[in-house]
């Protein structure tokens, strides 16, 4: 492996460095069980920016992010193709423009590095990227599903640690080692010792990882929870319109029949997948007189103790128009209402509760910046739920259990689990337990579900809860407070499981704290990047003269 680092006088040296870094990260991320080489995947790339620095070229700064480019390009291609499955357009958008993105702070290191030297620029480095991944969580155009802490996500033995950090901790934890075996490999000695470093950098995480998961023991009450997979085809079946479109009386007799299979005397929550209830659209001002509503009333009367989540497209009038969000849609006959990819709490004595998915897809949910990206229209994604611009809210409800109020569920909505500071939110606010209710069936039979999947395990880990999740297709099923998967159905096929699961209610540091790690980095980065841009001035103005 040696010889790749030795520069070879041909055109071929620096694409090659980046596509074997590229190779590795992709070979590291779930659902392969070779995290392993996410401590090398980034070693090439270092050895290619400092070939680009050794030169006395003018545009060293163009080459550099050339072939970052690539590096990031291939490794997006290679790990998130399935995004074009849902739509070719979205899916090559998606991948162009985030690696687009994903570059920002890698360029930022070799300008910082050129200007302030070795020291501070490879301290830059997992600076720079860290600040970035917490920035990508947030804004309009979020898409964090690349964030190198999730490339544990296979492998939750090995981040039980994450109840402190969260995810970002594994970023910092891959950057560590990387620089650490770059610096090894750079160095002249001849000796093991110079592997030491890099070798405790791995192996402590490790170590302290697997004591926190054998002396962890699970808390929490105990309730039986159904979880159910109905296989409806959103292309074809679930929506009208669809050339095999299954009436929604149909796929409501289907969820009611696999529910019933599994439902026992004990069981306390039932939980359909993203969109169970797509019967066109469902106005909550008049929900509770509502036809679905009496033949779900009817259904649960039959079951005492029971109670159901699903998901469901609901909509709300604004009758006051100076009232209404910056996402409202407009009719002629009706006025303005917000449409919501919402989660429905309805309660053995009929009282009912929705909450609003919040973090919506860029592209297929939300126009992001709607004045400058317009065109992000016609690239809209299916990661879930339906299109258009969709109403959110600000803050995480939860679903509590009207006859056992220590029992209260996340509703978490799709996209929104690979985000793990905003899980932590409804945590705060009392979930005890965390209930993802999806639709993967938009990527086919790819990675993209199991990846999704996997995330669930991290969620789980952070925050100490048990995660009982209820997919349209791709991989229903129950995760514990350690982030083991304990049950789950096939792919593509109808599936009702029943579980014991534990309802925790005590929180962990990262609960209560959140992204600290994120949030420290962005100010570091901001202070570094003045730095290197005093620096930079400071030393040209001394060439000058």
């Not at 689990?417 to 039979?445: C, K, L, P, Q």
């Amino acid at each position: 492996m040696s010889l790749l680092f030795k520069e070879a006088n041909n055109r071929f040296y620096l694409p090659l460095l980046a596509l074997v870094s590229a190779f590795l990260l992709w070979l590291g991320w779930p659902v392969k069980p070779l995290a392993l080489a996410l401590f090398l995947g980034w070693v090439p790339f270092l050895f290619m920016e400092q070939a680009i620095s050794a030169k006395a070229e003018p545009r060293r700064g163009r080459t550099f992010f050339k072939n970052t480019y690539l590096l990031l390009l291939l490794w997006n291609v290679f790990t998130t193709y399935w995004v074009s499955y849902s739509t070719l357009g979205g899916g090559i958008a998606a991948v162009v423009f985030n690696a687009l993105f994903m570059s920002v702070p890698l360029v930022a290191f070799f300008f910082t590095k050129k200007a302030a030297g070795k020291t501070i620029g490879y301290l830059s480095l997992p600076v720079y990227w860290i600040a970035f991944e917490q920035f990508h969580l947030n804004w309009d155009l979020s898409w964090p599903w690349l964030t190198l802490g999730n490339g544990f996500a296979a492998l939750p033995g090995w981040v039980q640690w994450y109840e402190y950090t969260g995810f970002l901790g594994g970023s910092v934890w891959v950057w560590a080692v990387n620089l650490l075996v770059f610096f090894a490999l750079q160095s002249k000695k001849k000796s093991v010792g110079k592997w030491l470093a890099p070798a405790l950098t791995v192996a402590l995480p490790l170590a302290l990882s697997f004591w926190i998961g054998s002396t962890y023991e699970e808390q929490g009450e105990q309730a039986e929870v159904v979880v159910v997979q109905p296989n409806v085809d959103p292309y074809r079946e679930k929506f009208e319109g669809g050339e095999g479109y299954i009436p929604f009386e149909q796929q409501l007799d289907r969820l009611i029949k696999l529910s019933e299979q599994k439902i026992t005397p004990n069981t306390r929550f039932l939980l359909w997948p993203e969109t169970s209830i797509s019967n066109g659209i469902n106005w909550e001002e008049s929900f509770s007189t509502s036809s679905v509503r009496y033949v779900l009333s009817d259904f649960l009367s039959r079951h005492p103790g029971l109670e159901l989540v699903a998901g469901i497209t609901t909509a709300r009038l604004y009758p006051d128009s100076t009232q209404r969000s910056g996402t409202a849609r407009f009719h002629p006959q009706i006025g303005y209402f917000d449409v919501y990819n919402a989660a429905l709490h309805l309660k053995q004595n009929g009282q009912h509760e929705f909450y609003h998915k919040s973090k919506l897809v860029p592209g297929v949910e939300k126009t992001p910046y709607p004045a400058f990206f317009k065109i992000l229209k016609a690239l809209a994604i299916d990661l879930g739920g339906i299109a258009g611009n969709m109403g959110s809210q600000e803050t995480r409800s939860v679903f509590a259990h009207g006859q056992a109020p220590a029992l209260v569920g996340a509703p978490v909505i799709c996209y929104e689990s690979i985000y793990g500071e905003f899980v932590s939110e409804y945590i705060r606010n009392g979930a005890s337990a965390i209930f993802i209710i999806t639709n993967d069936a938009w990527w086919s039979d790819s990675p993209g579900y199991k990846q999704h999947l996997s995330y669930a395990s991290l969620r789980a880990i952070e925050t100490r809860r048990d995660v009982a999740r209820a997919a349209n297709t791709g991989i229903s099923g129950f995760i514990n407070q350690k982030g083991e998967l304990l049950q789950k159905s096939g792919w593509w096929e109808q599936a009702a499981l029943r579980d014991q699961i534990r309802f925790n209610q005590k929180q962990t540091f990262y609960t209560r704290y959140g992204e600290f790690i994120g949030h420290g980095t962005q100010w570091l980065a901001i202070g570094l990047a003045v730095l290197a841009v005093v620096l930079g001035i400071t030393r040209r103005n001394r060439n000058a003269v």
